[in-house]
């Protein structure tokens, strides 16, 4: 993402470095619309009373960082650009018009949020019974922190694993969540999980945790 004054003397050094190679070169902006934003919404946002300077000079880097890419692209050449963006609509057309391809990527369906958190669950999660259970609990929790191999967390022999998983994947709690959203969400049941009394994982804790966790999310989401 190219934000700041120093954006557009970036943006430039990278397409000319780019159309320099022997072989070209690959530059993908991420967010692109907050740098390649619409320059009809960018005036109308510069125009409402009592717009704050910053923002103002955001708007311009911006505007400058369109005007570098518009002036150094468009016709045959070396460089490939890909652009990632949650918000296509917020582009300028002109960078739309330069687009080969939109590939569109659709929010995760209940069954491959299921999927999606199950896997980053077994990444992180192990069974008691799965680890040496003739040292103390105290040794086993140091020697996973400390460990670059093994970094699990364990999980209560209790502990239903589809269960649980399949309930956090369910519409009514986790629809309209990216990869990286459920990913932050086992992420966090972990930290938690080392934090605890017990340094495991129950069926108490996972409520607790989930529930804490997906307000927090929710609270992110109404904000959008």
Known sequence: MLVGSQGPAELRRLLTWASTRRHGGIIIIDEAESALGSRTKTKSDDEEPGSLSTSSSSSGYSRDCLNVLLSMTGGPGKIMLILTTSNPSDLDEAVLDRMDEIIHLPLLTEKERRELLHNQFMQKFERRDEYCLSSSLSKQLLSKLLSKTSA?????????????????????????????????????????????????????????????????????????
């Open 152 to 224: 699990k967390a364990t999980v209560d022999n209790d502990f239903d694993v589809d269960r649980c998983i399949s309930e956090l994947a369910t519409d009514a709690k986790t629809k309209g969540y990216s990869g990286r959203e459920l990913e932050k969400l086992i992420q966090g049941v972990l930290y938690k999980t080392y934090a605890s009394h017990r340094g495991i994982l129950d069926n108490a804790l996972w409520r607790k945790e989930t529930t804490t966790l997906l307000k927090a999310s929710a609270a992110k989401h109404s904000l959008k």
